[in-house]
């Protein structure tokens, strides 16, 4: 068939100008990344399992990252709202009262005052069943009068501090309390949520990697003999590898999107009953779904899991296959 | 084309498969490589390949010291060099045309081209007919002329074969090699191990023979070829 002993060779791969060499190496690519994934959907029960273990163990840290995103949110409401309780000396007088109460009301800082007497705290405290008993074998009030001061909306906590500091340095003001506290503890308690997203996170995405790489494994050990004949007719170690990765790629980036349409799932089934719960609460706050941006993140670190994972199992395997 | 230089070979089993052969080989000859069973053929014929590397000795390859070669380059060695192995041959998940263009597929060529020289290929070994069939359903003789086909596809300045007429019968064997034949006749260089020594005899070429590793005759060019 070659016309001419020495140059007959060189008319097949040597002689491809760059351009062409470039085009073929493109072209390659192209071909193995739609043939891997035609290969995986041509074995749709096998595949589906596996991109199934990747969306339920990427779904686990999904739905916990949108919980804690959504109860940020929920804090967010009422860190803003920051109103403080202030407790007046027992011994005030009512002159004394409406001064102080004026006084709050001028403050640039304050919105709205509100006055609850010792007798109208006693009032909302019997509406408690019990305690009204308790209360009646006391033969005075012991509850001291109170302001409600309500900063503006959407005041920040150094200024709320300084706002604390100044009323508590006013005559016949016994204690301010800021109605933060629980704030304060849910927002540690988000705190530890997040970490508790990234550790899970970084478990299941070690478990990707290890499916990833034990299913590449299972179909490197099926083509043992199709990558003995492609080395021995001059197939490169990244001509061999490529099917595998593009492979590892698909079962990640699937598995991602399984994902997302899981966490997707969970949101429509779960933001009704969380609308209600808030109306009970007169609560403006509905079940925000995953944002975009995580979403991007949540798809393309899955593909990157499964390319990892194949990588991870092709250095091992796949070079100790030699014709 | 192939100079060996007192190569030994030496398994990690301890057997020494070959010890100081040296030949050459001309660019378009042909020869054949006999010996009994274990003599060291199929060890020889790996060594061009690259498939094992000599413990002692230089194997030179269409000038390239295949013992310097960096193992990045062998894959591009190997195409370089048609290649027939009685075992892992053909791929049964795909079709006739499919695995003769598996040199092609792998070097980058274009789809065009291809298609032309697949059909070439397979013109030349008389099976232009059954490219889209798998290779499964084809006769052990058809089967081995597709692994020549695709040995010969991507135009090799040499061909090897490992006793590419194995279990053939003497009918299909001379055709056979009457095929490697033709590709010396157009400038490839060509190496046969093989047991038939009748059919060696009747192709009058050069005979290189090998026994418990040495070669016993061949070696030198002129008598190799005054002998047969
Ligand atoms: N991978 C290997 N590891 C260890 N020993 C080997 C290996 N391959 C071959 N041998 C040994 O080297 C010797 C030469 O083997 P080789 O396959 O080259 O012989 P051969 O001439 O091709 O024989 P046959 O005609 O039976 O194919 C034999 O004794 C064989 O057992
Ligand atoms: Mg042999």
Redesign the pocket.
């Known amino acids: 068939m070659p016309e001419k002993t020495t140059t007959q060779h060189g008319a097949s791969a040597a002689t491809l100008g760059a351009g062409e060499k470039f085009s073929a190496y493109f072209r390659n690519h192209q071909m193995v990344a739609v043939e891997s994934l035609a290969k995986l959907l041509s074995t749709p029960a096998s595949s589906l399992l596996t991109w199934l273990v990747i969306a339920i163990a990427l779904t686990l840290p999904g739905a916990l990252y949108m919980a804690v995103n959504n109860l940020q949110q929920l804090s967010g409401h009422f860190e803003a709202s920051g109103q403080m309780t202030v407790f007046l000396a027992t011994d005030i007088r009512e002159t004394d009262t409406n001064a102080l109460r004026l006084k709050l009301g001028s403050l640039d800082q304050v919105n709205k005052v509100v006055y609850v007497s010792p007798e109208q705290a006693l009032e909302e405290f019997k509406e408690y069943g019990g305690i009204s008993e308790a209360l009646s074998f006391l033969d005075e009030n012991p509850l001291p009068a109170v302001l409600l001061v309500e900063p503006p909306l959407g005041i920040d906590k150094d200024e709320l501090n300084v706002l604390v500091a100044q009323i508590k340095s006013f005559k016949h003001v016994d204690s301010v309390q800021v109605d933060m506290a629980w704030v304060e503890r849910l927002l540690a308690l988000l705190a530890l949520a997040q970490r508790l997203v990234a550790v899970v996170g970084v478990l299941l995405a070690l478990a990707i990697m290890l499916v990833v790489g034990n299913t590449i494994r299972l179909s490197i050990a099926a083509r043992t003999e199709e990558i003995r004949v492609i080395k021995l007719v001059g197939g490169t170690n990244a001509y061999v590898r490529r099917p595998f990765l593009y492979t590892g790629f698909w079962y990640g980036a699937i598995g991602g999107i399984l994902a997302w349409l899981m966490l997707g799932l969970c949101w429509i089934l779960l933001q009704g009953p969380v609308a209600d719960i808030a109306a009970l609460y007169g609560a403006d706050f509905y079940l925000q779904p995953l944002p975009f941006t995580p979403t991007c993140w949540l798809i393309s670190s899955a593909a990157l899991l499964g390319l990892l994972g194949s990588w991870w199992s092709v250095q091992r395997h796949l070079v100790a296959i030699e014709p | 084309m192939v100079r060996f230089d007192r190569v030994s070979k030496r398994?990690?089993?301890g057997?020494e498969?070959l010890s100081g052969v040296s030949f050459e080989l001309e660019h378009g000859e042909m020869a054949f490589l006999t010996?009994?069973?274990?003599?060291?053929?199929?060890?020889?014929l790996k060594l061009m390949m690259r498939m094992e590397v000599p413990t002692r000795g230089e194997v030179v390859v269409d000038g390239s010291n295949l013992s310097r070669l960096r193992e990045g380059l062998v894959p591009y060695h190997r195409r370089k060099v048609g290649v027939v192995f009685q075992n892992h041959q053909l791929l049964f998940d795909r079709s006739v045309f499919e695995n003769v263009a598996l040199p092609l597929l792998i070097a980058g060529t274009s789809l065009k081209e291809t298609g032309r020289r697949v059909r070439a290929a397979l013109d030349k070994v008389g099976l232009l007919g059954k490219e889209k069939l798998n290779p499964i359903q084809l006769s052990g003789g058809e089967q081995q002329r597709i692994g020549i086909a695709r040995a010969v596809v991507n135009k090799p300045a040499l061909l090897i074969a490992?006793?590419p007429t194995g279990n053939l019968d003497p009918e299909l064997s001379a055709e056979i090699m009457n095929l490697f034949s033709h590709f010396q006749q157009v400038g490839v260089t060509v190496l046969i191990?093989t047991?038939d020594i009748a059919l060696v005899e009747r192709m009058n070429k050069r005979r290189l023979i090998?026994q418990n590793?040495q070669m016993i005759a061949g070696q030198d060019f002129n008598s190799g070829a005054a002998h047969a």
């Open positions: 398994y990690s089993s057997k498969a010996g009994h069973s274990g003599a060291g053929k199929s060890t020889l490992d006793e191990a047991h090998l590793g």
